[in-house]
């Protein structure tokens, strides 16, 4: 495990310079056909696969070549699992999902129960993202049998968890609310307040989609509380913003800008140019409900700004038409007329856009019936042809019958085949009829289709009413890789390690660097130690498994323990001590 671990800083080191010389690199892994070199490419391979796919590929290809040599199928199952990780990082999920059922019949067969519980958790959220919600349920289920089994009551509570996740997305909120219920009893019981947290946000987003307001507000209200505890500043930003909607849902306008304006600043803080566009025409739409159109309308022009900046068309014409009607309200009729006139043309281009694809959809299913109808007639052309056959032979075995049997029994062959064929042709008559009537039934989709752009103007009123509000989730994808890296992080054994060679390398470092800043947490001297090595939050992202904003806000909360001004660059000064 030391020279595992040799080979990690080895790496590391390499990528202090500009460039890095993989054929020295290489040369410094272990040279026996062993589980030491397979263990130290395995190692490099968490650098890399994220940033060098072709060094990455390289190392796989190695990596299958030593299990086969070293004949042990343990091992053989954690290439395919790297395998998969590393295509889940090319995002080919099909092929992640194949490896890592590869790896998890591989863990079976050796009885690696809790490996093949959390391959299964894995399987689960790469269907989850492809949108096999299905299958993704499946894997969860078969992840909780083993880990209920086991007695993992955290890896349970985890489970339900996701699956309460899923049904949230299938829109079962009575599903999603009792796995999320037995979650929280779980991490209540082992005194896990993060995990305890996600459930209560996740059952405020279910209260706020349900119109049970009240609820809500009491739910997010709790999670502001354990954001504010723990001093993560970017989702009590989001959360102050449900916050300030479940209060306009409820008509208390004065605390619905009190929460609004709470979250706005720290929007601007954290450049989320999308939640800084949504909360100034939140706060917009609010000041114009007011009639106090002169602070309504700077905070409308600021929401189509930003959100033409990012491209984004559909919240891009919501804020166009708040802002005409504030400009109307307002008597600006010139810049009100001008807006409106944006607002249409948008609304045009999103509706063309959808009228496009439905017909590309439409399209492929014709063509999908015509190639099924296709079958048909050949089908029947082929039936005819080989009842034409059997006809032809028949009447052969009728002849030589004839000379047995007589003309009767000739006869009543002939009558026999003759009704075979009136069937055939029937047959293929019907088969006739009924792709002509699929193609007029194809006519007329295509008809009412065209008239669809007739009625979204009407559409659009009722659909404004409900999108009046900032979005009551947080992006799902950062949770995703980060449940899933969990599982394949490196383990604390290996940590030590690490942080042992560390303090021979850079000796007194941390002697330093606590002396003047205080003690830190494990967590946070793991980030200090890669940031000494001058790696990029790119690099530090792929060694600690955590996603670029994870990074982003664990910088954040160090430069605030550190005391730090804006000004300073956290990392020259950890690079100075």
């Not at 306009?248 to 609004?260: E, P, Q």
């Not at 999103?350 to 299913?365: G, R, Y």
């Not at 980030?527 to 790119?538: A, E, F, P």
């Amino acid at each position: 495990m030391k020279k595992v671990l040799s080979i990690f800083l080895l790496l590391a080191s390499y990528h202090l310079s500009s460039q890095t010389n993989v054929d020295s690199l290489l040369g410094a892994l272990p040279e026996a056909k062993d589980t030491l070199r397979l263990q130290a490419i395995d190692e490099i391979l968490t650098i890399v696969r994220g940033t060098d796919k072709e060094l990455a590929q390289r190392l796989i290809n190695e990596e299958y070549e030593l299990a086969a040599i070293i004949d042990d199928e343990r091992f053989t199952a954690g290439v395919h699992n790297s395998n998969a990780i590393f295509k889940y990082f090319q995002s080919d999920l099909d092929s992640a999902i194949f490896y890592f059922e590869k790896s998890l019949i591989s863990f079976q067969n050796i009885g690696a129960k809790e490996k093949v519980a959390s391959l299964n958790n894995n399987i689960g959220i790469l269907y989850e993202t492809k949108g096999d919600f299905e299958k993704s349920i499946q894997s969860h289920l078969a992840s909780l049998k083993i880990k209920e089994e086991l007695g993992n009551r955290k890896g349970v509570a985890i489970s339900k968890f996701n699956i309460g996740n899923l049904w949230t997305e299938l829109g079962n909120y009575k599903l999603a609310k009792e796995s999320y219920n037995e979650a929280y009893e779980i991490y209540n019981d082992l005194a896990l307040p993060d995990e305890l947290n996600d459930v209560v946000f996740n059952l405020a987003n279910i209260a706020s989609n349900e119109d049970s307001t009240q609820l809500a507000l009491s739910y997010y209200k709790q999670s502001l509380a354990h954001y504010e505890k723990i001093g993560d500043q970017y989702s009590s930003m989001m959360t102050l913003a449900n916050i300030g909607q479940a209060y306009n849902k409820l008509d208390k306008i004065d605390s619905a800008l009190y929460f609004f304006d709470l979250s706005l600043p720290l929007a601007k803080e954290f450049e989320d140019i999308e939640q800084e566009a949504s909360l100034s025409r939140s706060i917009g739409v609010v000041h114009s409900k007011q009639g106090n159109h002169s602070r309504a309308i700077p905070l409308l022009k600021r929401s189509v700004e930003l959100f033409t900046s990012i491209d984004y068309k559909d919240q891009l014409s919501d804020s166009y038409q708040y802002l005409f009607e504030a400009q109307e309200n307002a008597g600006q009729y010139e810049d009100a007329y001008n807006n409106l006139h944006n607002y249409a043309i948008l609304r045009d281009s999103i509706a063309s856009k959808q009228m496009q694809t439905d017909l590309i959809e439409l399209q492929t299913k014709y063509e999908t019936e015509k190639k099924e109808k296709e079958l048909i007639l050949t089908k029947a052309e082929n039936d005819k042809k080989q009842a034409r056959i059997i006809l032809l032979t028949s009447g052969l075995g009728a002849l030589l019958l004839l000379l047995v049997t007589g003309y009767l029994a000739m006869r009543e062959k002939i009558k026999r085949n003759r009704l075979e064929k009136e069937k055939v042709d029937l047959e293929l008559s019907q088969a006739e009829q009924q792709l002509e009537y699929k193609k007029k039934e194809l006519i007329a989709k295509v008809l009412q289709l065209s008239k669809k752009s007739e009625f979204l103007h009407s559409l659009e009123q009722e659909l404004n009413e409900l999108k009046t509000s900032v979005g009551s989730s947080i992006t799902k994808s950062t949770s995703r890789i980060d449940r899933m890296i969990t599982n394949d992080a490196i383990d604390e054994e290996e940590w030590d390690q690490f942080s042992k060679e560390f303090s021979s390398v850079h000796e007194g470092f941390i002697k330093s660097i606590t002396e003047k800043y205080g003690t830190f947490s494990q967590s946070e001297m793991r980030l200090i130690s890669l940031l000494k090595m001058n790696l990029t939050s790119k690099e530090i992202a792929n060694i600690l498994r955590i996603s670029d904003e994870g990074i982003k806000k664990a910088r954040y909360r160090l430069r605030k323990k550190m005391k730090l001004e804006t000004g300073n660059d956290l990392q020259g000064i950890i690079l100075t001590l």
